[in-house]
């Protein structure tokens, strides 16, 4: 029998409303008793400020860390902003990589989504994660790009009304659960 699977959840959304956070909550429901999720909140976190990151971190620093320490993986999904990262993403990702390549990033199991109201569900920002996840010696999971595109016509009351985006997402998670084997 395999282990549960503790899974932390990044939204690059702060939105209420963010559909990639509606995204990762029916990724959760796949996961169901496959994985542990919890959400990591990275609205709190100042701006990244190397003057700040000595012994004494931030506390929404030292808990983003810990939980992604805590965490066999992560799953990030995120909007596409003017064909990039959000900021509060990069600046996420910034605090939790230090020290550069033994930071709580480094080995660390990712897989990446993305889901935008355009046709092109915000692969770009993928891209861009890709090279930023590199740069963190994260293992991405070898996955053709989840982007959801057209999603907001994919979700009624937070909840994924699309069958094919169902399947397509049940398919992703068990190729991922599979990959984290
Ligand atoms: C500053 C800004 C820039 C945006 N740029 C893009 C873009 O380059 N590509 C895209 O597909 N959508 C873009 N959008 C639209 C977002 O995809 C859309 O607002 C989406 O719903 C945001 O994700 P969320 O629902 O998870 O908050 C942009 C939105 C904002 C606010």
């Known amino acids: 029998m395999t282990a549960i699977k503790n899974v932390l959840a990044i ?31 990275i609205a709190d976190l100042p701006h990244y400020n190397g003057d700040l990151d000595g012994d004494d971190k931030p506390l929404p620093v030292t808990q983003l860390v810990a939980q992604i320490n805590g965490a066999d993986a992560l799953i990030i999904a995120t909007p596409e902003y003017n064909y ?20 709580c990033l480094a080995h660390k199991p990712v897989l990446l989504m993305s889901a935008s109201p355009s046709p092109v569900g915000g692969v770009r920002a993928q891209g861009q994660l890709k090279q930023i996840l590199g740069g963190t010696l994260s293992h991405l999971c070898p996955v053709p790009e989840f982007a959801l595109g057209g999603a ?7 909840v994924l009304v699309d069958s094919e985006t169902q399947k397509k997402l049940e398919r992703l998670i068990g190729d991922f659960l599979a990959w984290l084997e």
Do not use: H, I, M, Y
């Not at 907001?152 to 937070?158: C, D, L, Q």
């Open 11 to 41: 939204c690059g959304s702060l939105r209420q409303a963010s559909l990639n956070a509606q995204l990762l909550q029916a990724t959760e429901k796949v996961l169901d008793n496959r994985a542990q999720v919890s959400w990591a909140n």
């Open 152 to 158: 907001a016509t994919k979700f009624e009351n937070g």
């Open 84 to 103: 990039g990262v959000p900021g509060t993403l990069k600046n996420a990702l910034d605090w939790a990589s230090r020290p550069a390549f033994k930071s």
